[in-house]
């Protein structure tokens, strides 16, 4: 039986082929054997007791540094070289890096490809055929142009007038108007146009939705309120809101606003101001009334002339529009 005994600790280490165990230094010599041939029995120590293919126990070598408490054998050498290797990776990578954005620089636009002798590729997302959008024949004119010594920069000129061609700004909703004699909307019920005082012909169409008040902060800037807007320190849309929701972003040193603060919404003609769940809440001012705090959960109507001080110093007051 090859048994160690620790110094000092009154137990018993007994050192199998698969593994080692620790007992007590009283224990009887039936468990310590019971204990050896679970653990393979005595370990090998000539140098054909390496384990043979197939074969599921782990020579221990008795002479080794001892097993640390999470029972792992760590190789402190091999760790080491590991690292080395892991390091001497990384510096190939940034320097392969490095030479790549040098490369990409000097040739511009052009996509720079590394030679099959390299040992490396290019890292990057491949694109195929299907996923490029289908272009126009090129006509005459461009063939011409592109043919031009000047043409790089008439061709991507081309190119982004096209792009920005692509791109279409979301209609307003449509909203029932009564004209006036100059031809501006006016809410149905409206006595007068709002624009221009003149009066109105009594026809209704169905219009665009105008820009219906402007909102004054007091750091300066005014926004024009057609759709939906969300104010606060780092505001996010709300769920579920129109993708032209203007998200307007105040200062806030002692941060009393929140990151979402207050959301102005358009229902119809009408101006709504809702709460959204801030820390400190929003306080309306109205001309004639005491100053309230909005709700959070059903909307408040708002008219010219209106005050939202939202915390901070940062207040919002309701203009008719320009």
Do not use: K
């Amino acid at each position: 039986m090859s048994t160690q005994t620790g110094a000092g600790t009154q137990e018993l280490t007994v050192v199998g082929r698969y593994g080692t165990a620790v007992l007590s230094a009283g224990a009887p010599p039936q468990v310590r054997l019971c204990v050896l041939e679970a653990l393979g029995g005595p370990p090998r120590t000539d140098a054909a007791s390496d384990p043979a293919p197939g074969e599921t126990g782990v020579w221990v070598d008795p002479n080794r540094a001892p097993l640390p408490e999470t029972g792992v054998w760590v190789d402190t050498a091999d760790e080491a070289d590991e690292a080395d290797e892991a390091d001497e990776a990384d510096e190939a990578d940034e320097a392969d890096e490095a030479a790549l954005r040098a490369q990409e620089d000097q040739e511009g636009a052009e996509q720079f490809e590394p030679g099959a002798d390299s040992g490396r590729r290019r890292r990057g997302r491949r694109v195929d055929s299907a996923d490029m959008p289908a272009l126009a024949p090129a006509s005459a004119d461009t063939a011409d142009a592109a043919a031009s010594p000047d043409s790089g920069a008439d061709a991507t000129q081309t190119l982004g007038e096209a792009t920005i061609a692509l791109v279409t700004e979301a209609t307003p909703p449509l909203v029932r108007a009564v004209m006036c004699a100059a031809g501006h909307p006016n809410p149905p019920d409206a006595a007068a146009c709002q624009a221009c005082a003149a009066p109105l012909t009594g026809e209704i169409r169905q219009v665009p939705r105008p820009v219906l008040a402007v909102l004054s902060l007091s750091t300066g800037q005014a926004v024009p309120v057609r759709g939906d807007v969300v104010v606060g320190r780092a505001p996010q849309a709300p769920a579920g809101s129109e993708a032209s929701t203007q998200l307007i972003t105040v200062p806030s040193p002692a941060h009393f606003v929140s990151r979402s603060h207050l959301e102005v919404s358009v229902a119809g003609w009408s101006l709504l101001a809702r709460d959204l769940g801030s820390a400190n809440g929003t306080v309306l001012v109205r001309a004639g009334m005491p100053p309230v705090l909005l709700a959070s959960t059903l909307p408040t109507p708002l008219i010219v002339g209106d005050l939202l001080d939202v915390g901070d110093g940062v207040t919002l007051r309701v203009d008719p529009p320009l």
